[in-house]
């Protein structure tokens, strides 16, 4: 599992590369993908500074040619790719001409990555970097009614369709010669079947997918309800449905409909974390506020004395200042929590100070 500091540590270092622009096509980019053969990134690169010799400006060429052989030097010195790979940027960054300040930056990212690249121009390529900042949420989606049910995932942005299911329910015709009773026994122990295969394969799909965040649940009428209440679905599943919503189709297009109807749980899910530590800090700070701290001077000295049980920094608090009470709690066992600046409640951290911590005691 990613883990929240290492995607800041990441998105940190992205922001900084971000800034910089080469006076020419002299910025390097590499990419080396998780298990690929160290060798075979330097013999290329070898052959990139050979390329390099044909380049017409000679201030360009050195300082395209610099670029690579430190990472080339870089590669030779670490022969092993990190599990995940290795993403490498290096050149001059220097804003005055002919006073080079050339620079290498080297990430192992957070998570597999299996892109092979190289290129060269005036800005760094990070876009398979910034894609891992990018939400990786899993929602369940299933959309049912008494004849069908269908099974889908959001990822991202992206809707998968994993599963269709068709129940065989008879519809709403006279059998001939069977009692409208008996003919009703048999529909329901169909239905009962059909959602009892609804549970198996939800059980199937959304069971051990460790990133899935909930479930939501659409379809016409009372069917869902119905559904979760009689399908014998298991409890742990049970538990991660998030919402119900009337969908009027139960289909691939009903499965489009669903997260539609559910855009208001999708955003508010994501920020409910920092809303309900924001609740608890404002809260201490109304009833118990001796337990609190909300100036860099008092949270620092409640630091130092182990006293900090909560850090909250805004994100638009300095990032070195961050880093450093970052690393002091966690070196007294403090949990830190980061709030951005999205919502009413986090401006309103950051204009009290866009720092404050809840204390295990009262350091007075």
Not at 16 to 42: C, F, Q, S, W
Request: charged share 30%; hydrophobic share 40%; net charge neutral.
């Amino acid at each position: 599992m990613v883990e929240e500091k290492d995607l800041r540590e990441l998105r940190e270092k992205l922001e900084e590369l971000e800034k910089y622009r080469g006076r020419h096509t002299e910025l390097i980019t590499v990419y080396v993908p998780a298990g690929h053969n160290m060798n075979n990134v330097v013999d290329q690169l070898t052959a990139e500074v050979s390329t390099a010799e044909n380049i017409k400006s000679k201030t360009t060429k050195t300082n395209v040619i610099s670029a690579i052989e430190s990472i080339i030097r870089y590669l030779k010195m670490n022969r092993n790719i990190p599990v995940n790979g290795l993403a490498l940027f290096s050149g001059n960054i220097s804003k005055v001409e002919g006073q080079p300040d050339f620079k290498l930056w080297v990430i192992s990212p957070p998570q597999p990555m299996n892109v092979k690249y190289y290129r060269c121009d005036q800005t760094f390529m990070l876009d398979p970097l910034t894609d891992m900042l990018q939400a990786k949420e899993v929602w369940g989606l299933i959309t049912l009614d008494r004849k069908e049910a269908t099974f889908g995932i959001l990822e991202g942005k992206q809707i998968k369709i994993l599963r269709h299911l068709t129940s065989g329910v008879p519809g709403k015709i006279r059998a001939g010669g069977q009692s409208a009773a008996r003919f009703e026994r048999l529909t329901e122990g169909f239905v009962k079947e059909f959602y009892r295969r609804v549970s198996d394969s939800a059980k199937e799909l959304f069971f051990d997918m460790p990133k899935m965040k909930g479930i939501f649940l659409g379809g016409p009428g009372s069917t869902k309800e119905e559904w979760v209440k009689e399908g014998q679905l298991v409890t742990q599943l049970r538990e991660k449905i998030k919402a119900l919503k009337d969908i009027g189709y139960v289909d691939e297009q009903g499965i489009e409909m669903l997260v539609e109807a559910c855009k208001d749980e999708l955003e508010k899910e994501d920020i409910i974390k920092e809303k309900k530590v924001l609740e608890k800090f404002f809260l201490a700070l109304a009833k118990t506020p001796e337990k609190t701290a909300h100036t860099l001077e008092k949270i620092e000295i409640a630091l130092e004395n182990g006293a900090v049980d909560l850090l909250i920094i805004s994100t638009s608090f300095d990032k070195q200042k961050a880093k450093e009470l970052e690393e002091k709690a966690i070196s007294i066992s403090a949990e830190t929590v980061y709030i951005s600046t999205e919502t009413a409640e986090g401006i309103q951290f950051k204009n009290i100070s866009g720092i404050g911590a809840i204390l295990r005691f009262s350091i007075g």
